[in-house]
């Protein structure tokens, strides 16, 4: 099951908290998956991929409209088979089509001052028809209303701005879509338009996402330091070699022999992790600057050495 699908059988345990709302959500579901046939009489269709969801516009529509209705299913072969469902409404379709002016661009409920619970009631019912939303294990995070109708992609985004949740409209082939980008604020849309569990799985997944990036990050610069110590362990050790090979150790401060020593028992060693060794076991006082000046010194005097004896 898709996480799109998943989030909208949450949305059909929502139920609204007055007359307004609900009939705001029958609004938006018309004006998204619905088309009014003309005719005498007037016929009004609701189309959906989900037969949850027309389920849920009759149940709505039957609350407030003394309705006739049948329902239809066909399969879209361009879409793997895929089942779709259409309640046709006879009776009772003009008091639909009168009520939420469904041949005029809004009804009179849209134009009055919505409540929070009211807006989000409108982009439940879009989002039940035209939304879609990215499943958290995806890469990327993206939640999209859909319509080839300008005015209404226009209208959701006023609403979903209006709750501060930052839409921006982009056009995808025939289709204008509404859509957020931002992880966190789709979480928070989840759970305005009714998707609490959702949002909660949405919420969890994005928190282990990025904990294991974090883990990730963390090995990867473990790995890169490791590799610079070796580098550096590798020429220290060159150096130590050749002067143990070639140069009068006798010559050497006690010093320098102890850092050769320490650096020769322990080569897979940060400066850091000899720092430590050489406090425990021979002097508190090193700093690892002072580490650092000693082994550029064996540098320097291998070096000298080579070029002075053309070795």
């Given at each position: 099951m898709s996480f799109s699908k998943t989030v909208k059988d949450d949305l059909l345990k929502k139920s609204n908290p007055d007359l307004l709302s609900d009939k705001l959500e029958i609004e938006a579901m018309l004006r998204f998956g619905g088309e009014v046939i003309l005719g005498n009489p007037l016929r009004l269709s609701f189309t959906s991929s989900l037969m949850m969801v027309v389920r849920r516009f009759v149940t709505l529509a039957k609350k407030y409209y003394p309705i006739e209705y049948e329902i239809e299913s066909r399969k879209i072969e361009r879409l793997d088979s895929q089942s779709v469902y259409t309640c046709i409404v006879g009776l009772g379709a003009d008091l639909i089509i009168k009520d939420l002016n469904m041949i005029g661009q809004a009804s009179s409920y849209r134009e009055k001052t919505l409540s929070v619970e009211q807006k989000t009631a409108y982009l439940r019912g879009a989002f039940l028809v035209r939304g879609t939303v990215n499943d958290p294990a995806s890469k990327s995070s993206h939640l999209e209303i859909s319509s080839v109708n300008e005015g209404e992609i226009v209208f959701v985004q006023k609403i979903m701005n209006s709750l501060d949740f930052n839409a921006r409209i982009s056009k995808r082939k025939n289709y204008l879509i509404a859509y957020i980008k931002a992880k966190n604020t789709i979480g928070t849309f989840l759970y305005a338009i009714g998707a609490q569990a959702s949002?909660?799985?949405?919420?969890?997944?994005?928190?282990?996402?990025?904990?294991?990036?974090?883990?990730?990050?963390?090995?990867?610069?473990?790995?890169?330091?490791?590799?610079?110590?070796?580098?550096?362990?590798?020429?220290?050790?060159?150096?130590?070699?050749?002067?143990?090979?070639?140069?009068?150790?006798?010559?050497?401060?006690?010093?320098?022999?102890?850092?050769?020593?320490?650096?020769?028992?322990?080569?897979?060693?940060?400066?850091?992790?000899?720092?430590?060794?050489?406090?425990?076991?021979?002097?508190?006082?090193?700093t690892k600057s002072g580490l650092n000046h000693r082994f550029r010194k064996l540098k320097e005097i291998a070096v000298e050495f080579k070029e002075k004896h053309k070795l």
């Open positions: 949002m909660e799985y949405y919420e969890d997944m994005i928190i282990t996402k990025e904990i294991k990036a974090t883990a990730l990050r963390s090995v990867n610069l473990d790995v890169a330091n490791q590799d610079k110590t070796n580098e550096a362990s590798k020429e220290q050790l060159k150096y130590i070699q050749f002067l143990e090979y070639n140069y009068p150790l006798g010559e050497l401060d006690s010093k320098l022999l102890m850092v050769m020593k320490v650096r020769k028992d322990y080569p897979e060693h940060s400066l850091t992790q000899l720092l430590e060794i050489i406090h425990e076991e021979y002097d508190p006082k090193l």
